[in-house]
T-cell receptor, first 116, second 114 residues
Framework: NAGVTQTPKFRILKIGQSMTLQCAQD?????MYWYRQDPGMGLKLIYY???????DKGEVPNGYNVSRSTTEDFPLRLELAAPSQTSVYFC???????????????FGDGTRLSIL | GQQVMQIPQYQHVQEGEDFTTYCNSS?????IQWYKQRPGGHPVFLIQ?????EVKKQKRLTFQFGEAKKNSSLHITATQTTDVGTYFC??????????????FGKGTKLSVKP
């Protein structure tokens, strides 16, 4: 199994450009997440999805959009890239095991994005 | 908002020394998870603690969950160079009925001098 696959691994964007970060998982997980990790910082949740067709905002959603048309895919869209969005972006997925439980999150290798 | 504080931010040890990182939450957690991230890598799940006062061991790693479910610790005995990386705790804050989201601490970066 590939697990969680993210593309691209690296990208440099100019201010104002847009792009989509791709994420796919083959573990049939219903929950998927997008995080950003700034240098020396922890992970901050951007958006998450509890299943196909359902998405919700996390801690830092401004400047991003997501969609979840299938269980497998959860792309993250940057519409107008800004220098503050320079970061490492991680996609993760997990299996939902009930409202008072949680399952381990499986992370992709990340996308290193620079906005110049 | 909900916060999970983790200390220390950095720890430099000589190989063979012990290492401990601490995690504290401003609110009661449903459970807590620990992840390890190697330099240039992605977070990898280590363990999950659910019960108050729970202690779990993985070889040289000992994980504890506080009685009040507001704090946790990871202790590594006799560190090795393979332990190098950043250790994150992540607390699950339950929002009443639905699956809560993990709140990650900022991590403790461990370096080990051979």
């Amino acid at each position: 199994n590939a697990g969680v696959t993210q593309t691209p691994k690296f990208r440099i964007l100019k201010i104002g450009q847009s792009m989509t970060l791709q994420c796919a998982q083959d573990m049939n997980h219903n929950y998927m997440y997008w995080y950003r990790q700034d240098p020396g910082m922890g992970l901050k949740l951007i958006y998450y999805s509890v299943g196909a067709g359902i998405t919700d905002k996390g801690e830092v959603p401004n400047g991003y959009n997501v969609s979840r048309s299938t269980t497998e895919d959860f792309p993250l869209r940057l519409e107008l890239a800004a220098p503050s969005q320079t970061s490492v972006y991680f996609c993760a997925s997990s299996y939902f095991a009930g409202p008072y439980s949680n399952q381990p999150q499986h992370f992709g290798d990340g996308t290193r994005l620079s906005i110049l | 908002g909900q916060q999970v504080m983790q200390i220390p931010q950095y720890q430099h040890v000589q190989e063979g020394e012990d290492f401990t990182t601490y995690c504290n939450s401003s609110t009661t957690l449903s459970n807590i998870q620990w992840y390890k991230q190697r330099p240039g890598g992605h977070p990898v799940f280590l363990i999950q603690l659910v019960k108050s006062g729970e202690v779990k061991k993985q070889k040289r790693l000992t994980f504890q969950f506080g009685e009040a479910k507001k704090n946790s610790s990871l202790h590594i005995t006799a560190t090795q160079t393979t332990d190098v990386g950043t250790y994150f705790c992540a607390g699950l804050v339950n929002y009443g009925g639905s699956q809560g989201n993990l709140i990650f601490g900022k991590g403790t970066k461990l370096s080990v001098k051979p």
